[in-house]
């Protein structure tokens, strides 16, 4: 099986060096790279040039308008039945092709997603990150870990689709947050089956500050009630948790002003993750940026949710983002 790698990419050529210096260490070669410019100033052109003799590369630019459209002018070139699209801040292990192609031929399906995993080379925030995008304890818990093959949500930093499933539902909507959700419910609601693939997994270095991070999952949050309103059958119980999580914290705060003992309350949770995160990571100091980014990510998604209830299900406001033009962050 042949494969078309699509990357879209704005101002990172530093980061789409990292990830095509990967893929020329694949060990199944069959795949080819499309790597779309979204408007960028700070051009990877002379990277993709880099790396033409020892992949087969082609290179273009387009007008910004964000990764979900770029990514449909990117498969729009394609030449193979079968898309992989990835993040530019992505590095590919090197037997992931290979994974993926043993997997499909012996479990066909029409679209796959794979987990998210940090490298020991990765700073010490990116790491508490991933943890945080990755942890039973956050909402990297509800992200999911399942192999369903009718539940599983691919997500656009590692994700595979045939071209025939790609061009039945049009490629990705015009939702420029959640678009990658929304594109896996589609999918779903026109009878495709996906499937996680845990050994296609990919190392994730996410370029993100705190405040860059808050700001993503804020927007998350709010894509959430988009998605609901795009697709009422999507939103569950579990994705209302970040929301109370944000409630109870904040009123076990005040209440500890008057019954001192209601304070354990985040301290627990915060001990929590400190434990499970250095653990993982056999690092301390992970450990407690894993506590940092937690409570990032938990406040901004579930912030950002509450938001959306208020404005779009009882304002009855018109779709919005807060961070609009953090498109890849």
Known sequence: MNFSVVIPVYNRPE?????????????????????????STKKCDFIAEKYASQLSVLYFEKPNSGPGQTRNVGAEKAKCDYLIFFD???????????????????NFVDAYG????????????????????????TTGGIRGGKKSMDKFHPRSFNLGVSKKAFDAVG???KMRFG?????SLRLLEKGF????????????????TFKQFFKQVYNSGIARINLYLAHPKSLKLVHFLPAFFVKVMILSVILSFFFPIFILVPLLYSLLVL??????????????YSIAAAW???FGYGTGFISAVWKRLILRKGEFKAFEKKFYE
């Open 179 to 183: 678009e990658d959700i929304d594109f």
């Open 193 to 208: 089956e996906t499937a996680l693939i845990p050994e296609a997994y990919v190392y994730h270095k996410r370029r993100s």
């Open 88 to 106: 530019s801040d992505c590095i590919i292990p090197e037997n992931y092709i290979e994974n993926v192609s043993s997997y499909l031929k012996n």
């Open 296 to 298: 990032t990510q938990l």
């Open 275 to 288: 434990i499970d995160s250095t653990l993982k990571n056999n690092s301390l100091k992970v450990g407690l």
């Open 114 to 137: 794979g987990p998210d995993k940090a490298l020991p080379t990765f700073t010490t925030i990116q790491k508490a990150i991933n943890y945080s995008m990755t942890s039973f304890f």
């Open 15 to 39: 980061e789409v060096d990292e990830l095509l210096d990967s893929l020329t260490r694949q060990s199944n070669k069959n795949f080819e790279v499309i790597i779309a410019e979204d408007g």
């Open 171 to 173: 490629g990705y909507g």
